[in-house]
């Protein structure tokens, strides 16, 4: 009895040694990303003044946590502010090193702040007119924090992919008749546009003016008139519009078309197979 109460005495002696005997080796952080934690190489915050939550796990030679183990957050400069607790706060692009130390240990992850201020997308209500599968691209341009444009690449959805999808680039198409939004987001920021999807067989298109004189640096706007088989003009129709030769004018997804140099170019809408021509002369 007294051997047996010896040895469970030295068995609580030796685990009690081992658990003291721990000590930590690695950190492994984490990135909290709508409320669940995964790990990262690096992280990209999106906007001044926005916020990233890190988390950081002390762990043993075994790859077991220390449950009372906090780490402090630090940051290599004053791109990032680290705020205990791990919450990073953007406050200036560029990129910088964020680092979790406990003890003797520590772990670094970079992190590169991305001046995004407003995505706007353009037209904000789009008519998609036309039989199924008719695509119209819509504009989009993305403004730091100076009211910059930002190249930079967005990730595009539609709210109701029944009636609309759209591609990478913002080509909307549509696919039944209803309503739906068209997001672009990069980050926690994003821009959208309504489309009313129309489903409508078009037998002919006009654009209007036919020919328009405008001088270098000035704006002429043309408009398209799209008509049914039966010769009911349609109301409230979008079109692709192309110049001939942007390097004479330019023409946006609204139909504004902008004199660049002195020349003619030919000014073209396109909507579900019918196309119409207007000539711009530029002085």
């Known amino acids: 009895m007294r051997s047996r109460r010896a040895m469970v005495c030295l068995l609580g002696v ?58 402090t957050w630090s940051s290599s400069n004053d791109n990032v502010e680290a705020e205990p607790g791990g919450r990073i706060v953007a406050k200036k692009p560029g990129k910088s090193m964020v680092t979790a130390t406990y003890e003797t240990v520590s772990a670094q992850i970079p992190v590169e702040v991305v001046d995004v201020a407003s995505i706007e997308i353009t037209p904000v209500s789009l008519p998609l007119t036309g039989p199924a599968g008719t695509a119209i691209p819509v504009s989009f341009t993305v403004r730091d924090s100076r009211q910059k444009p930002v190249n930079i690449k967005l990730e595009w959805s539609s709210a109701d992919s029944k009636i609309a999808i759209v591609s990478e680039g913002g080509l909307v198409t549509s696919v039944a008749a209803g309503s739906t939004t068209i997001i672009a987001r990069i980050g926690d920021i994003q821009g959208g546009c309504d489309v009313n999807v129309i489903l409508r067989p078009i037998a002919r298109l006009e654009i209007r003016p036919a020919t328009a004189i405008a001088r270098v640096g000035e704006a002429q ?40 140099t002195a020349g003619a170019a030919t000014i073209r809408a396109e909507l579900a197979g019918q196309s119409a021509e207007a000539t711009l002369l530029v002085n």
């Open 221 to 260: 706007h043309f408009e398209v008139k799209a008509y049914a088989p039966d010769g009911a003009l349609i109301p409230e129709v979008a079109a692709v519009f192309k110049s001939s030769n942007p390097a004479v004018a330019t023409v946006d997804s609204a139909g504004v078309a902008q004199g660049r």
């Open 14 to 71: 030796l685990l009690a040694a081992a658990a003291c005997s721990r000590k930590p080796a690695s950190i492994q952080i984490t990135v909290d990303a709508a409320g669940k934690g995964k790990r990262s190489k690096d992280v990209k915050i999106y906007g001044l003044d926005r916020s990233q939550r890190l988390s950081a796990q002390v762990l043993d030679r075994n790859g077991k946590g220390f449950e009372q183990a906090t780490a």
